[in-house]
C-alpha cells in the first residue's frame, strides 16, 4: 500500500466493517475474543496512526436504543461516540478498545466517507473526553441527579418535556470554586448556548430585569419557562424577526431563569448530605463568553459521567 493512500485510510474514525472480532484478555489472563459485528474504527490520533507500528481500535456499534442514540449524537455519552462518515447509527463503542499492528489494519478494506473538519473535531473530542474526564465526588454525583433526569428524558422526541430548551444548549459544564477534594462543594453550573440564542448587550453591564417577568418567574418551573421561550423565539431560538428591545431583555433573563431553576430541581433532591454541597448557582454563557480559563477550571457534564448504568448498556 502507498504511503499517500495509508495516510489516507488510517485516521482517527475510519471503519473496517469486515472486522468480526478483537483480541481481549480475560479473567484468567487468556485471550478471548470480543465480537465486533459492525467492524471496528480507528480511535488513535491520526499523527499517531501515520507515525506508530501498532494502532488502537475499539468495537462499532450500530443497534443502540433509539434514547441512547440520540444522547449519543448530541455528545452527552462518553461511552458511545458518533460514526458519521460510515454510517447514522454507527458509532464507537469506547468500552471495547485493544491494539491492533498498523500492518495487518492496512490490508483490511475501510468503508465510509471522509469526516468534515467539524465532524473530526466532535469524534477526537468525544474519544478524548472518555478517557481524560474527571469523576465527580459521589455526593456532586448524587446532587445532579435530578439534572441527569431532566436531560435523560428529553433526548430524541420533541413532545417530550424540556427537549426544546435542551436542544439550545451546547454544553452543560460544572465548576466548584473549592476545588472536587471535598469535604464540601460550591457548585456553578453552566449552560453554555448555541450560537445566536442568548442575547448579546453593548457594554459591560446587562440591563436591569423587568420587574412584571420577576413577578411572573415566581415558582415558575423549567418546563414553564421553555413555553414562554418557545412563544417568543424562532423555532432555532433564535429572536424572531424586527424583536423588540423588550422581547432581547425578557429572552435572555428567561434563559437565565432556566439555568436556575435546574439548580433549583438538584436542591430540591433531598438525595446525599445536603452540607456537602454549600452552594450552587446557574448561569448562561454564549460560546464566545465562556473562556480558556473557564474551560480548564471546569468539567463537561455528560449522562453517563454520572455513573447512569442503564444509559451506557
Known amino acids: ?9 488510517l485516521s482517527q474514525g475510519t471503519v473496517f466493517p469486515k472486522v468480526p472480532w478483537l483480541p481481549i484478555i480475560g479473567a484468567r489472563k487468556c485471550s478471548c475474543k470480543a465480537s465486533t459485528e459492525s467492524g471496528v474504527a480507528i480511535i488513535s490520533h491520526t499523527c499517531d496512526a501515520l ?10 456499534e450500530r443497534c443502540l436504543p433509539y434514547e441512547v442514540r440520540e444522547n449519543a449524537k448530541k455528545g452527552r455519552l462518553t461511552r458511545f461516540v458518533h460514526l458519521p ?21 492496512s490490508k ?50 420533541n413532545s417530550r418535556q424540556l427537549h426544546w430548551a435542551f436542544d439550545k444548549v451546547r454544553q452543560i459544564r460544572v465548576s466548584s470554586s473549592s476545588g472536587w477534594t471535598g469535604p464540601t462543594y460550591s457548585l456553578e ?24 417577568l420577576k413577578e411572573w418567574l415566581l415558582g415558575k418551573t423549567p418546563a414553564a419557562i421553555e413555553n414562554r421561550l418557545r412563544e417568543i423565539c424562532s423555532t432555532d431560538g433564535t429572536s424572531k424577526p424586527n424583536e423588540s428591545q ?19 430541581l438538584c436542591r430540591q433532591n433531598g438525595v446525599g448530605s445536603p452540607t456537602m454541597v454549600l452552594d450552587a448557582e446557574g448561569r448562561v454563557a454564549s460560546p464566545d463568553e465562556f473562556t480558556l480559563r473557564e474551560v480548564w477550571d471546569s468539567e463537561q457534564l455528560d449522562l453517563d459521567h454520572l455513573s447512569d448504568v442503564a444509559l451506557t448498556a
Not at 462518515?85 to 489494519?105: M, N, Q, R
Not at 453550573?189 to 412584571?212: A, H, K, S, W, Y
Not at 423588550?246 to 433549583?264: G, K
Open 1 to 9: 500500500m502507498k504511503k499517500g493512500k495509508q495516510a489516507v485510510e
Open 51 to 60: 507515525r506508530s507500528n501498532n494502532l488502537q481500535v475499539c468495537r462499532v
Open 189 to 212: 453550573l453552566t449552560l453554555i448556548m448555541r450560537d445566536g440564542v442568548l442575547p448579546q448587550f453593548d457594554g459591560e453591564d446587562l440591563p436591569d430585569t423587568p420587574i412584571t
Open 108 to 157: 483490511q478494506m475501510p468503508a465510509g466517507r471522509a469526516l468534515t473538519p467539524e465532524e473530526a473535531g466532535r469524534l477526537r473530542q468525544g474519544i478524548g473526553r472518555r478517557f481524560a474526564r474527571v469523576a465527580l465526588p459521589d455526593p456532586v454525583v448524587d446532587w445532579l441527579k435530578p439534572l441527569q433526569e431532566a436531560t435523560k428524558k428529553q433526548a430524541g422526541h
Open 246 to 264: 423588550t422581547i432581547t431583555i425578557e429572552r435572555y433573563f428567561l434563559w437565565a431563569a432556566f439555568a436556575d431553576t435546574l439548580v433549583d
Open 85 to 105: 462518515g460510515f454510517a447514522d447509527d454507527a458509532f464507537a463503542d469506547l468500552e471495547t478498545v485493544a491494539t491492533v499492528s498498523k500492518d495487518w489494519l
